[in-house]
Structure formats: C-alpha cells, structure tokens
Nanobody
Framework: QVQLVESGGGLVQAGGSLRLSCAAS????????MGWFRQAPGKEREFVAL??????YYADSARGRFTISRDNAKNTVYLQMNSLNAEDTAVYYC??????????????????WGQGTQVTVSS
C-alpha cells in the first residue's frame, strides 16, 4: 500500500515559480520511480517529469524550466517549476512505479497516484 499526497499548488503569475511536494508512505520509497503528470481541462493526462535511481527525465515542455528532486529521508518528491506560463495550468499529480524499464513516461506504468493539486498560471 502506497499513498501519495500532493501539495503546493496555487495561483501564480506568468514568469513566476512554484514548488510542488508529494509526500509518500511506505518503507521502500527510494526504490520507486516517481513521476509528475498533469492534466489540463479537456486534455489527456500528460507526463511532466520522473526521477529514479538511474536518472531524471523531463517532457519537452518542462525541460529547462522544471526540476524534479526527492528527499528519501522525508519520503517526499518535489517539482520545482520556474518560468511558468499559462500552458502550465493544470492539475498536477504525482505517481509511483515499481518499474525502472522503458515506458515510464506513460501513466499506465504507474500503479499509485495522488489526488492532484491545482496549478493556475495567470497571464
């Protein structure tokens, strides 16, 4: 049983920054691939970033602006978002996967999901 709880969303102005957090339960947090996804109104849920013991990886829309990190001692994963724009407006979800193989940019690869936190960027 893994439970994920996102926080840190809110309203920010274009060009601003926001730091999302995802608190995770479980004794084996460090062994999971952790991902961030987002879903805007009328759109499918899309990959944003992931982190595991091998690497970090970002969607093209996030690369260079967003940074994913984790604090294993706190069982928490973060998404630092800079240079936000209106297209970043979405509900952001953290997710956990027991896999390290390919396909980790696809939501189907993740078995555990948080409830989401709203990020709204005003222009």
């Amino acid at each position: 049983q893994v439970q994920l709880v996102e926080s840190g969303g809110g309203l920010v102005q274009a060009g601003g920054s926001l730091r999302l957090s995802c608190a995770a339960s479980g004794r084996t947090f460090s062994s999971y691939t952790m991902g961030w996804f987002r879903q805007a109104p009328g759109k499918e849920r899309e990959f944003v970033a992931l982190i595991n013991w091998r690497r970090t990886y970002y969607a093209d829309s996030a690369r260079g602006r967003f940074t994913i990190s984790r604090d294993n001692a706190k069982n928490t994963v973060y998404l630092q978002m800079n240079s936000l724009n209106a297209e970043d407006t979405a509900v952001y979800y953290c997710a956990a996967s027991t896999n390290y193989e390919s396909g980790l940019t696809v939501g189907q690869s993740y078995g555990y999901w948080g409830q989401g936190t709203q990020v709204t960027v005003s222009s």
